[in-house]
């Protein structure tokens, strides 16, 4: 085989096995403070875009970014809108690829230098404590880059003299459609699109294709690094579905664009800002590469509601699956994992929420909503089972801690569902003044919990919920003392006591259950209002209220 073909193939793999060693250095590195910068940040369009670009220049793979944006999508971390900022913006991050190589590997030649690097961050991973390990790593990685690319210069220069221009289709609209498929098959080989801008950057400077190919097979690497994200979200939940989907439609967009832009930009660098003007060839390819993603974006970003109504309708919501964000894929990724947990926590909170103050207005009977009760104890039970399988064993202390909240958060459900089994009580609270009283106020709460769900629960929340506990315990020896001595001046009131006294102690149940769930679930958040969330002080967790 010729030398030329094998040290092409070899520095591709050299540099093939740098991306992966350094996305995978960095994400171990720096996982966490990213995972909780994408959910920190990610609040609108813009912010989505500003963190899909950060991200993808830090990992240097937007796959790996849009893989992280359905997962965090299909968890209920980002809504559609959301994920889609962070998908728009990991199209424009991943031209830095492209920079980079010109600007350290062609014009500085960083690959001799490269070398030692790679035995001080292998050094570093063998001998450095964790932490130290890992930038070890990550430095192997980034120098393997530059020693793959060294090698793979090399090649394509003795390929050059068997190569040229010619040997591939020509700069016609048939010939451009057919590199831009060739891109296509190249990324999905390589499972890489910066490793296909690299090819086509070092076979344009080698002279080995014109950038008018260079150009159309860097268009048709956009459109193959979609299918990663795509794979990523097949078999998931509606809205991991909805962000793949979204994903591969923006990129179709994006290349349609940048397949008609190409021929008039080759046509103006070619007239106006060739060599004459010292620019070369390998600046030109990179800055059509960063110029149409970023005209892509500027298109797409005023259309974004009615392109989030289009991927809604191709892909409506789910009926009645409140457990389709607990993917076994997500399990990887504890923080993640714990979200999506919470997520579907919330969700049947709210559902029972609303079944309770059916029930406590009296519009339904307890044995009309069995049904729909037993589909709730189903989700917790499916949920329970979910949580055993997260493992948060060297994870950092938030999400131990976020870990254990969600666990609570679950027993207070499953004890508030007993709770509504016992609704017969509520007909001997509501015979005395003081307990129909309690169950007014008690209904309200639930009422303005249900509804302040949708938005989320706030520190005013869950204080009044533990005040309005506190209120009504500190009453209960009281209030029993008023029901017994009632009862001893009156004949026949001994059982209608009992079942009082059980229905104030039913009434406190609820409401500290209420308490104790959002105290929980607001503990089990990650980020919350650009911080880290801390769990107040709590008092120790009991059997029985």
């Known amino acids: 085989m010729d030398a030329g073909i094998t040290d092409s193939i070899g520095g591709l793999g050299l540099f093939l096995l740098g991306m992966v060693i350094l996305t995978s250095g960095l994400k171990d590195l720096a996982g966490g403070t990213i995972r ?38 299909g968890a209920g971390l980002l809504t559609l809108t959301e994920s889609l900022g962070i998908v728009f913006g990991a199209n424009l991050g991943t031209t830095v690829t492209g920079w980079i190589v010109v600007l350290f590997g062609f014009k500085l030649k960083l690959g001799q230098i490269a070398f030692p690097l790679v035995l001080v961050g292998v050094l570093l991973n063998l001998f450095g404590k964790k932490r130290i390990g890992l930038i070890g790593f990550t430095i192997a990685g ?41 891109g296509v098959g190249i990324v999905l080989v390589t499972q890489s699109s910066s490793a296909g801008v690299v090819m086509a950057l070092t076979a344009l400077h080698s002279g080995a294709i014109s950038l008018a190919q260079a150009g159309a097979l860097v268009i048709g690497f956009g459109i193959g690094t979609t299918f990663t994200a795509l794979l990523a979200s ?43 003007s010292g620019i070369s060839s390998d600046i030109a390819l990179v800055t059509f590469h960063t110029l149409f993603n970023l005209l892509g974006l500027m298109l797409i970003v005023p259309f974004t509601k009615p392109f989030s109504a289009l991927i809604i309708r191709l892909i409506p919501e789910a009926v009645n699956d409140q457990t389709e964000r607990l993917d076994e894929s997500l399990l990887s990724n504890p923080n993640v994992a ?9 969700d049947v909170f709210q559902c029972i929420l609303q079944l309770m103050h059916k029930l406590f207005t009296s519009e339904v009977a307890r044995e009309e ?6 589909q709730y104890h189903d989700t917790l039970e499916t949920t329970s089972h979910y949580l055993r ?17 969600v666990v609570l958060a679950l027993d207070h ?67 029993r003392r008023e029901f017994t001595q009632s009862a001893t001046t009156a004949d026949g009131q001994f059982d209608n006591l009992l079942q009082q006294l ?6 406190t149940r609820i409401s500290y259950h209420l308490w104790r769930i959002v105290h929980h679930l607001q503990g089990a958040r990650l980020i919350s209002n650009g911080k880290q969330e801390q769990a107040p002080a709590a008092p120790r967790e009991t059997e029985e209220a």
């Open 389 to 405: 399988q997260i493992n948060v064993t060297g994870s950092d202390q938030p999400t131990v801690h976020s870990s254990q909240e």
């Open 36 to 73: 909780r910068m994408i959910a920190r940040f990610t609040k609108s369009i813009p912010t989505g875009i500003a963190t899909g670009v950060i991200v993808t220049a830090i990992l240097q793979s937007s796959s790996a970014t849009t893989v992280t944006a359905v997962g965090f999508a």
């Open 369 to 374: 909503l069995d049904e729909e009760f037993a």
């Open 142 to 182: 980034f120098s393997l880059i530059f020693v793959g690319l060294d090698i793979l210069q090399e090649g394509m220069s003795g390929l050059a003299e068997m190569v040229s221009p010619e040997s591939f289709p020509q700069d016609s609209w048939w010939g451009r459609l057919l590199l831009l498929l060739m």
């Open 502 to 507: 059980d229905a104030f102690r039913w009434l």
């Open 234 to 276: 097949l078999g998931k939940s509606v809205a991991a579905r909805r962000t793949g989907l979204a994903h591969v439609f923006y990129s179709l967009v994006t290349a349609t664009l940048a397949y008609f832009l190409l021929p008039v930009y080759v046509w103006f660098w070619e007239e106006y800002a060739g060599p004459a």
């Open 338 to 346: 714990i979200e999506a947990a919470r997520s579907t926590l919330v």
């Open 413 to 479: 459900l499953q004890r508030l569902m007993r709770r509504c089994d016992e609704m017969e009580r509520l007909s001997s609270a509501n015979e005395n003044q003081t307990l129909s009283r309690f169950v007014d106020e008690l209904n309200e709460k639930i009422q303005h919990l249900e509804q302040t769900l949708n938005n989320g629960f706030s520190e005013s929340d869950e204080g009044a919920l533990q005040d309005f506990w506190e209120n009504w315990d500190s009453q209960q020896k009281e209030t």
